[in-house]
């Protein structure tokens, strides 16, 4: 059974949705490192310095809520796209933010990302994998969330962010996360659609396709069609 799988495609599948995950643990990590220039330089008050702070999780509750509508709607693939935009569109915008308003505003669509890609991500791993080893590859998404966090805590240590952004460095904290949001949306290109997805849709041919990519067998591509 072990040699029918094509693992290095089914691994590369479930890395590509985890990096949702990845940007997740970045967004959600380097708010810390941002708070006190945020604060000197739009001078915030305590109740703002708080929105600032927690405004993205408005976003990722709108995210969570759509999330499934939409990608039973527009399939796996889509949605993760729409993500990865609102993602890029956030880290962008913080960087070149010029009103506090925009700025929280770059925040909750971040947050909208978030809550997307915490839904989608890792239900397109789940759906793409084979029963064996569903759960150590869903487990991916929650590697890259931890290494999304690690990855903030070089971001925020890093001379050359200072040396680049130099008094506005919150700037480069928030608007590096556009850089792997860009590779992100690139790279679902190269994705397929959720095989299972296509199946609830009754796009059986598409379906068998990637089935027969994954498993390399007619008999077992077909065994999970019907």
């Known amino acids: ?50 929105w600032f702070v927690g405004c993205a999780l408005v976003g990722s509750i709108v995210g969570v809520l759509f999330a ?65 080893y569903r759960g150590r590859l869903v487990s991916l998404y929650q590697l890259a969330v931890t290494v999304g966090f690690s990855q903030s805590g070089v971001v925020l240590s890093a001379d050359w962010m200072n040396k680049i952004m130099v008094s506005e460095v919150w700037r480069g904290m928030l608007g590096f996360s556009s850089i792997p949001s860009i590779l992100f949306f690139i790279i679902i290109f190269f994705i397929p659609e959720s095989p299972r997805w ?11 396709m990637i089935f027969r990519k994954i498993y390399l067998s007619e008999a077992e591509a077909g065994e999970q069609l019907y």
């Open 198 to 208: 296509l199946v609830l849709k009754g796009r059986d041919v598409s379906a068998g």
């Open 68 to 132: 499934g509508k939409l990608s039973d709607k527009w399939g796996r693939k889509v949605t993760m796209l729409v993500a990865a935009i609102f993602f890029s569109v956030s880290g962008i915008g913080c960087a070149f933010t010029l009103t506090f308003d925009q700025l929280v505003f770059a925040r909750i669509l971040g947050g909208v990302g978030i809550g997307i890609v915490s839904v989608v991500s890792p239900l397109y791993i789940s759906e793409v994998s084979i029963a064996q």
């Open 1 to 50: 059974m072990k040699s029918n799988i094509n693992f290095p495609y089914l691994i590369f599948l479930s890395v590509v949705a985890a990096l949702g995950g990845f940007l997740f643990g970045y967004d959600a990590a380097v708010i810390s490192g941002t708070v006190s220039q945020v604060t000197s330089q739009f001078q915030l008050e305590e109740i703002q310095v708080g």
